[in-house]
């Protein structure tokens, strides 16, 4: 008998959506050169919408979820990886195309993996996992830019959350002030822990912006969307600019023309998924390098496998806080 392991599964049957944990064989993997044993995954936000079928997320059925994922190669047809090696995976379509981390195993393209950077332990990657790896993209964005801690103060949204948290203690690290934009007040000492300056509420931010509003931040990162997206833009300062990279109010974006023509504000999409492994590389040696570890126990949290569910109905009620790690073998 081939050896099982456990995994979730999702299948649709006609217009029937069902997660299961189950147990399954590497005949149940979909294609790729290099099998992992999968040490620690996370939950992500999109990874909520999977579990619950909140959003058509999941492309492709049967599927296992989890866009991220840390462990062992146990075999590789992949020059780049030995049996042996350390590896990390965020995006390029797992968990949404591509069977993913909720699992004791996994089987992916060899060029979708990292080598886990030198320091850093299985389960650190994934309290880092791909919110934090999104929060460097977003970090490296503002520096490519110029912004430095001199021209002023970072804003950040959505900051009691898993991207808002590494991005706090990756900037205050880095020497820049951070206000924090959040509509949880319980939150104040985390985030004020992790290195906030400042705390502000969300709800200003919720309203129908103004095309430019008083200049305040020198840049952004925004993980909202809508009118949040929006009035951060009006408030930008010259020249600044903003890294958006998430949705968590709304894909639209309620604005106009003001902030980039008579500002010179500039807009940074950043995408985690198909970004290049060069850049991936990049982020994650500088994860390595710029984050305080010791706050990175303080924002994240571990749970088994079987208690991903509660997670997944969790973060999109935004009831998180951080990170939430999921150990996995």
Known sequence: MPDTFRAYQITKDEDVYKVALTTLTEQDLM???????VEYSAVNYKDGLAMTGSAPVVRR????????????????ENSTFIVGDKV???????GEVHSGGFSETARVDGNWLVPLPDGITARQAMAVGTAGYTAMLCILALENH??????????????AGGVGSVSIAILSKLGYRVVAVTGRSSERDYLISLGASEIIDRQPFSEKARPLAKEQWAGAIDVAGGNTLANVL??????????????AESMSLPTSVAPFILRGVALYGIDSVMAPIAKRQQAWQRIAE?????KLETLSNEINLEEVPAAAEAILAGKIRGRTVVKII
């Open 88 to 94: 990390l995976l965020n995006g390029f379509g797992v």
């Open 234 to 247: 009006s408030q930008i300062k010259y020249g600044g600019a903003v890294a958006a990279c998430g949705l």
């Open 61 to 76: 059925f049967p599927l296992i979820p989890g866009i991220d994922f840390a462990g062992t190669v146990t075999a590789s």
């Open 290 to 294: 710029d984050l305080d570890f010791s």
């Open 31 to 37: 294609e790729g050169d290099v099998t992992v044993k």
């Open 146 to 159: 110029g912004i430095n801690p001199e021209n002023g103060d970072i804003l950040v949204t959505g900051a």
